[in-house]
């Protein structure tokens, strides 16, 4: 458990990237890790689009949020990740939602890009998950389907930057027993 708690410690949030390509077959190891992601009712509503193209990656640099500390990384990453979920699958059954909260694709996405995450990081590699953009213009230059959504985008690659750690609670903060 102590090297499983020390990956989760020493993981950040990485902008910077050493000029070196990440291989295919650490790429694979890295969807390994989403692929045996939990999700509601075993769903698996994500999808990864691998984008390549220097073109297409520029113009998903052009739908950034103004002041995003990321803007640099859609097109200076060795990989750029691009997430996307099938909308009405997860939190579903027999077409009908479940839940208060309605469609669950951000939560198993979520959970999916963590393990994405971790599994770059235990595998040498840095990344950061990217949200403050236009979604929408994003899944149109990439081509998503109706049906699905766009969620985020994670660059990835060798870091060539070691942040520290922010601030965190301390458990005491955040752990209530029986009532809030």
Request: overall charge negative; charged content about 25%.
């Amino acid at each position: 458990m102590s090297d499983f708690l020390e990956l989760l410690k020493s993981r950040r949030s990485i902008r910077k990237f050493e000029d070196r390509p990440v291989s295919d077959e650490v790429l694979h190891q890295v969807m390994e890790a989403v692929r045996w992601s939990p999700s509601w009712a075993n769903t698996q509503c994500w999808e990864v689009i691998d984008v390549v193209d220097p073109e297409l990656r520029s113009r998903l640099q052009q739908t950034m949020g103004k002041g995003n500390p990321a803007t640099k990384t859609i097109t200076s990453a060795p990989k750029l990740l691009v997430l996307v979920g099938k909308k009405e699958a997860s939190g579903y059954y027999k077409g009908m939602v479940t839940t208060k909260f309605g469609d669950w694709l951000l939560f198993d996405l979520g959970i999916a890009c963590q393990e994405l995450c971790l599994a770059a990081h235990a595998l040498g590699l840095g990344t950061v998950v990217v949200g403050l953009f236009d979604q929408d213009k994003a899944a149109e230059i990439c081509g998503v389907p109706e049906g699905y959504e766009l969620v985020a985008m994670v660059p990835m690659g060798y870091p060539a930057q070691e942040p520290k750690a922010p601030k965190r609670k301390e458990v005491a903060e955040f752990l209530h027993t029986d009532k809030f």
